[in-house]
């Protein structure tokens, strides 16, 4: 049952691994939010994703599973991966406030994704339902264009900038150096490290 108030962050994407980099991301989303829980979100169909094949869902659910352990405050959410078709946010963000009504939504997107946000299916409702928490590259300021600068100026309390630390980790990287048998235990930590060993995920 949702509290009243409650500030939930919803944190997707593709998770194809989850790395150390999407954990600290939502670590700093949590501190800096002052969130009560932070939902990982691994999509089902990324629709702006194309050409490489994903990982199967149950592989990317298991992944991140793994990578919440130990943070009472996480949670994963499944939906996306249930749901067929194309995984939208909008979609995703009206479920989950048509079961919750009282909760107070963030969605906690990286910089890359914020550049792209005028892109989004109905990105202007996106807007009017959540408070986007975005991650800024070290060194740089996190500003909207266009239609979407434009709108944030309007309503200023709907965005929230996350300081990050610099890390210079993605999922591609981990995918190359697993096809390659290199040790990613660094970028993903020992759990997903040996679950992706375990079930040879990403190799050639």
């Known amino acids: 049952m949702a509290v009243a108030g409650r500030r939930t962050g919803l944190f997707g994407g593709s998770f194809d691994p989850p790395h150390l980099g999407h954990l600290s991301l939502a670590h700093c989303a949590l501190t800096q939010l002052g969130l009560d829980q932070l939902l990982w979100m691994p999509a089902g169909r990324p629709w702006q994703k194309t050409g490489r094949g994903l990982a199967a869902p149950l592989h990317r659910r298991a992944m991140a599973e793994l990578m919440v352990a130990g943070e009472p405050r996480f949670a994963l959410d ?68 266009g239609e979407v600068g434009e709108a944030l100026q309007a309503e200023s309390n709907k965005m929230r900038k996350l300081a990050m630390p610099a890390m210079q980790v993605s999922s591609t990287q981990v995918r190359e150096l697993a096809s390659r048998n290199e040790d990613i235990r660094p970028l993903v930590g020992d759990a997903v490290a040996g679950y992706i060993a375990q079930h040879r995920l990403y190799c050639e």
């Open 78 to 145: 499944d939906s996306e991966l249930e749901r067929d078709g194309a995984s939208y946010t909008i979609d995703t963000v009206r479920a989950r406030l048509a079961a919750h009504p009282d909760e107070q939504l963030f969605l906690v997107i990286g910089q890359d994704q914020f550049e792209r946000f005028h892109t989004w299916r109905d990105w202007r409702e996106l807007l009017g339902l959540v408070t986007l928490a975005v991650a800024a590259r070290a060194g740089q300021e996190v500003q909207g264009s």
